[in-house]
């Protein structure tokens, strides 16, 4: 096969004087290794080198294209920076893929299946299983044929069968944001049982389904595409799409044809029932493709000049054009809203010169050229001589037909070397080889330039954000908000960008709307982020690295409004606990005022870490009381009991931290009991912990919840079936509440007292449901006492709590050691923060990691070492492997999600393995 190079050489050139053949065969510094790359494009439709998963994994392949390295963005304990993570190998790649060279790398729509494709089209799959740089193989490339004809030319993962929340834009009403959400529904074809599967189209005209069966297995269909001659069955490029009516599948031929099908994927059965497959295990769900051949050849032109105004097709260009197709894509139109799309699919084709070319004949054109195609319908017209044909049957209604109408091309004075949808779907980032990134609205292909409509924002590029120039890069992917990109330069290695913005200060003025616009696209990516359930670590890297405390806090705000979050629960408790965005909220707001490891939170972002663990507490408990419901409980494995047994201390201790630090707040505020007007000004300068986790309704609620998990884990010890390990765990956690200084009931005298003097206070001062959210957001948010909630304080101080004094062991709680919560800003809480880990989850003590061989959880070396996990986001550790499915152990840490993720709701990375 030709190579690009080797297209529109001169030949006078060739035979001329020898300096003419360093004009274009020996590239710049800057182009280096520029056409090999464009080489690569026009031969083969997929050669994406480096992919970057929702769920915040990085994969790429190494230059010497025989392994694939995972790396991901993660905070640095020892400092609190954002930085790319080292290099994990992706093992045993080189075996199972037989020593082929590895070309192409593709994640799916959630970002946990990544499949790594050979040049013989051989497809390998792994699965992201308890961290983001420990990928598990879910099917292997030995599966397939060794075959020249299985180069693999387009890919498409199939789509999952669930609605998202998504947000179409942000507009300013009466000086304020105003966000409009919708529900935006999925597209098919769907797996019934919910399981992977990935279209592949071959270089021989095929068209694959790999599908992951209900037990975990990996089947494959296969059929052909209709081609009209032999030569059409040679294929370069493929494009797919998932739309209403069927998958949109277009390919671009050796002859330089492009073709147009659709693709129904039928199943039998079309439902599955997972409680049937024991009785039924011939019913497991069989695909098979069913082919509509609305086909359209398009022969292309690349017109050079063409007058401006003029129908493209009907402009021939000069013989024997030096464009090669690099690049074909097809681009599905965002969703405005739940109703359906806003335009037919388009057909993106990217055509270039090869370098030597254009540098010896400029005048040929630019480098690239975007060429556009929108699917269309037309009726079919008929000659008016087959109305005088007798027909046997009546009402013939024919059928419309399916045209590619070319779109104004757009011309690069640079090469293109990748166009990716970003910002889910929103915006089609372009490219260069020079590293420059121009973003297109995905809707009109209008240049996203900086702030065109101060009052709206769409995405991040309309509202001013860019990226700055950098070096060139061949390869390039974008993070699931699209603030980041990662590239690999011409030595295989990896670079992070990150989108900048003036936030407002241009050429020493200073503009509040662009300020403005700046942090509600932020907030507008997050949300999007939040409503699809996506990894949120490259925002929260912009916001870290770019925004000053008071900006952060105004996104913070728009955040809770726009999602929206009342965080009034005064009166609504139970949905607490199901509340969908609650945790991605106080998660992203504790990350921000993390500093490093060995120091405290800042107070504003105690506040939210505190609470997110209270909610870990109280859906443990609920959690773990619905499994051992009713006589056909699950009996409990000692792995969970011993997980309740630890978040059992760290609750009574957390109980007694507050009970302890209110009883000093109380002697504090004796002096000033009778001035009300000295007793306010006193409390604007006190930051208490405790007091704002009891003044806030949301973190009282979950006070209230664990207090009664406790009574229900005490009261239903002797209807637990247990045995050895169990019983004996169990036996403690008992022992444990039977201990306390302070009984249960006591606990939840006082939350309640508390409760009645905050209600009290905002239905004196006129608060309804209306008012109560602003004070409850200030409590969270801000970290401040609203005024009309001074008087509840001092209730609190004067009433509730010297009512529970007779009955409260004040010794033991003063003398107890709450260093271990994390919590505190005292010399002894940030000793046991440089010396000590506790394991987020199980809530455990444990050593210092050293190396692969850790200490056990009392401190002694383990010789075998253990699987010890680090958040990304909080830098907090979960130590240990989790037993096999059936156990109650393995089912809570999978329902609760905390397999893959931490309680704040980022991901683990594996900072050991056990010796293998």
Known sequence: MPMIME??????????????????????????????????????????KIAWSKQGCIAYITQDASRVNLRHLECRPSDGKWVLSDDTRLFALTEVHGGHPLVHLCWNELGSELAVIDSSGRVSIYNIAIALNSLSGQRQAAF??????????????????????????????????????????????????????????TRSGLIRLLYQ?????WAEISAELKNTSYSDRLLTHAALVATPSGILVVTHSACQKICYYRVHINWTPAQWDPSQLKQAPNQIPVPSFRFMHSKVDVPYNIPMNRPPGQNPDNFSSPPNPPYCLTRLDTILATQDNSAGMAANPWVIAVFSVPPHVSADHPQQGPPSVIVRWQLETAPQILHPKFDEVASKKTNVQIKPK???????????????????????????????DDGTISFYDAKTMALCNGVSDADTVTCLAQAGFHYPSDSAALHVSFSPSGCNAVMLDRDGQMHLRCMEHSYGAESGLYDENKFSAAIVSLALAFCRACGSDLNSDDILLILRQQLSPDAQSM????????????????????????????????????ALGYTNKYKARSFSSNIPWAILQLRHASV????????????????????????????????????????????????????????????????????????VILLSSMSRAFLRFICRGLRGMYAGYSAVPLIGDSRVYYAEICQTLDSSPVRIDLYEKFVAGVDSAVKHVYHGAGFGDAERPGPERELLVNARIPPVLVTAVATILRQTLPALKPEVNRMAIYMGDYSWLGLGTDPRSDMYRRTRDVDIVKKIP??????RDEPHQDGKPNGHGQLRRRCVRCCEVLCGAYPPRPLLSFRMMYKLSYVRNCICGAAWTLESEPHR
């Open 7 to 48: 297209d529109g050489i001169n030949m006078d050139d060739l035979f001329g004087e020898s300096a003419s053949l360093e004009l274009g065969l020996t590239p710049t510094a800057s182009t280096r290794g520029l056409p090999q790359r464009l080489d690569e494009m026009r031969l083969l439709g997929c050669c994406q």
């Open 144 to 201: 397939d044929p060794d075959d020249d004809g299985g180069q693999i030319v387009g890919t498409m993962w199939l789509n999952v069968q669930r609605s998202v929340h998504s947000f179409n834009q942000a507009a300013k009403v009466q000086g304020r944001w105003a966000y409009s959400p919708f529900r935006r529904r999925p597209i098919g074809p769907f797996h019934p049982a919910g399981k992977a599967g990935l279209i592949c189209v």
């Open 213 to 217: 069966t209900p037990d975990g297995r």
């Open 402 to 432: 399916s045209l590619l109408r070319r779109l104004d091309d757009i011309h690069c004075d640079k090469y293109v070397t990748s166009i990716e949808q970003a910002e889910y779907g929103n915006v089609l980032a372009v490219v260069h």
């Open 555 to 590: 996104f913070i705000n728009e955040v809770y409004r726009a999602l929206p979050v009342n965080c009034n629960f005064t009166q609504e408790n139970d949905k607490l606990m199901s509340h969908q965005y609650l945790p991605r909220c106080l998660s992203i707001q504790a």
């Open 620 to 691: 443990l408990y609920a959690l773990f009381l619905q499994f051992n419901k009713g006589a056909q409980g699950e009996p409990p494995d000692p792995e969970a009991l011993r997980i309740l047994l630890g978040n059992t201390k760290w609750a009574l201790d957390f109980l007694h931290y507050i009970l302890n630090e209110l009883l000093d707040l109380a002697d504090e505020f004796e002096s000033v009991s009778s001035d009300q007007e000295a007793f306010a000004q006193k409390l604007k300068s006190t930051s208490s912990l405790p007091l």
């Open 846 to 851: 444990l050593g210092p990691a050293v190396g």
